[in-house]
């Protein structure tokens, strides 16, 4: 199977840019971030972290990823801004990670792939043939997911959005448990001045070379 590692740290572009690598090359996605969000949507709302009382499921309708916590549909609820920070604290732990390594894993082994999130090049797929990691400055990530979040509908200041970033890139650059940090042999791209498609073109060429290489195209 052919595996393509998207990473980076939050509001890079990561998922955007996967879904259409996916799109263009006929790849599967997965979007694990969603799968972090769902365990951290459970906490948020439970107060509680028993993995014996979550089943996560991932299911594809019309190409889009939909998310189901214990049976409930919670795609639009999990993108909230305060699950964001539940979203990283429980990633950093080792048995949500240990709970949720077979998902993704299972799916790099039986469909081409396209995965991202914060470490899939360096632990979830380490021998993917294609590592990119996108790293945007703060401030443009921060403007991006604040209109994102406004075109929601959520009440919410760009401070706000600003603050909880950079909480996050310190929470999720700095866990002992799967920093999000480049792999030695990831790719990365300053998409921070790029449109989507300029994003998409410049992965593509990276792409490009290794579908080449490795007698894909």
């Not at 906490?43 to 972290?49: A, H």
């Not at 089943?55 to 409930?72: F, H, P, T």
Request: glycine residues 6%; proline residues 2%; charged residues 30%.
């Amino acid at each position: 199977m052919f595996k393509i590692a998207i990473d980076g740290p939050s509001g890079a572009g990561k998922s955007t840019l996967a879904k259409n690598i996916a799109a263009a090359l006929g790849f599967m996605y997965l979007d694990t971030g969603a799968l972090y969000r769902t365990i951290g949507l459970y906490n948020y709302q439970n107060k509680d972290l028993d993995l014996s009382k979550i089943n996560v499921r991932a299911e594809y309708v019309d190409g889009k990823q939909i998310m189901y916590l214990n049976g409930v549909d919670v795609t639009a609820e999990i993108r909230r801004n305060e699950i964001s920070l539940y979203a990283s604290e429980v990633s950093a732990k080792a048995e949500v990670r240990a709970f949720l390594l077979d998902i993704q894993r299972n799916a790099a082994d039986n469909y081409n792939i396209v995965m991202d999130g914060r470490d899939i090049g360096t632990v979830i797929m380490p021998d993917a043939q294609v590592k990119i990691f996108l790293c945007p400055n703060v401030e443009e990530r921060a403007k991006r997911r604040y209109a994102e979040l406004i075109a929601k509908g959520q009440n919410i200041t760009f401070e706000e959005v600003f603050t909880d970033m950079e909480r996050r890139d310190k929470n999720d650059s700095s866990r002992n448990i799967a920093p999000a940090v480049a792999a030695a042999d990831a790719v990365l791209i300053d998409n921070s001045s790029f449109t989507e498609e300029e994003t998409l073109n410049a992965a593509m060429k990276i792409i490009d070379e290794k579908l080449k290489k490795y007698g894909r195209k």
